[in-house]
């Protein structure tokens, strides 16, 4: 099963051998999530407030997951968001929102990990979708 999703993921222009590797390393099995909003969470992408009494503090990621898969998401989504047109639009929308480059690029990765969740739990390959 491993194989096979891991030649899954380099159907995804962007997403070499290692990166699938270390993404399917990391993760584990599909099996272990049961909605990919979990397995944004087991990478550490959601979002944490920092509130103390009366203060608000900023919102940033949570970084509780293993730091080599973030990584390879990150710069994974760095190409992708280049040659695709589908994740493109995901950023671009975030940048007309006043984003910052990084807050766009971990939207972007929050949308990869439901990608490939998709991908991983229907046994298939990435089909680019035309709109966001």
């Known amino acids: 099963m491993y194989e096979q999703a891991g030649l899954y993921f ?19 099995s599909v099996t272990k999530f049961t909605q990919p909003k979990q397995m944004v ?14 203060h608000q503090g900023q919102v940033h990621i949570s970084k509780r997951g293993p730091r080599y898969l973030r990584r ?9 968001v ?9 950023y671009q929308r975030h940048r007309d929102k006043g984003k910052s480059h990084k807050e766009a ?13 998709a991908m991983w739990r ?5 089909y680019p979708l035309t709109q966001a």
């Open 82 to 90: 280049r040659n695709d047109d589908y994740f493109h639009s995901i």
């Open 10 to 28: 380099t159907s995804i222009t962007g997403v070499g051998t290692i990166t699938a590797a270390t993404i399917l390393g990391e993760f584990g």
């Open 105 to 117: 690029i971990i939207a972007v990765m929050n949308r990869f990990i439901h990608v490939l969740y």
């Open 72 to 80: 390879a998401l990150y710069l994974a989504c760095q190409v992708v």
């Open 122 to 126: 229907d046994n298939r390959p990435y």
């Open 41 to 54: 969470a087991f990478a550490g992408i959601d979002p944490k407030l920092r509130n103390s009494g009366q």
